[in-house]
Nanobody, 125 residues
Framework: QVQLVESGGGLVQAGGSLRLSCAAS????????MGWFRQAPGAEREFVAA????????YYADSVKGRFTISRDNPKNTVYLQMNSLKPEDTAVYYC??????????????????WGQGTQVTVSS
């Protein structure tokens, strides 16, 4: 059974940092793009960041560019999201997602095959 389990969410003041982790089990995602999405109350799920499996390319939403960094540790089958200079508008449930094997880096949720259960990030002003 494939599982993605996020951790590292919590409550932080504006300007602070958090590091989210997403541990995968059930199969290796070494050849799959990995992404992070978020969903605020009453809003649609939106793309945050993604990392290619093949060449290490990354892509970020404009709203987080320069503040967030996605990385992956393939031997540990884990992907991370380092979030710095957090803002109240970053408050959301954050989800990690695994794309299909050998797929290209993508920002579209429907092209991700597996999803975690989400972890809450709350940024107070």
């Amino acid at each position: 059974q494939v599982q993605l389990v996020e951790s590292g969410g919590g409550l932080v003041q504006a300007g602070g940092s958090l590091r989210l982790s997403c541990a995968a089990s059930g199969r290796t995602f070494r050849t799959a793009p990995m992404g992070w999405f978020r969903q605020a109350p009453g809003a649609e799920r939106e793309f945050v960041a993604a990392r290619s499996w093949s060449n290490g390319n990354t892509y970020y939403a404009d709203s987080v560019k320069g503040r967030f960094t996605i990385s992956r540790d393939n031997p540990k089958n884990t992907v991370y999201l380092q979030m710095n200079s957090l803002k109240p508008e970053d408050t959301a449930v954050y989800y990690c997602a695994a794309g299909r094997a050998m797929a290209s880096l993508t920002t579209r949720p429907r092209e991700y095959e597996y999803w975690g259960q989400g972890t809450q990030v709350t940024v107070s002003s």
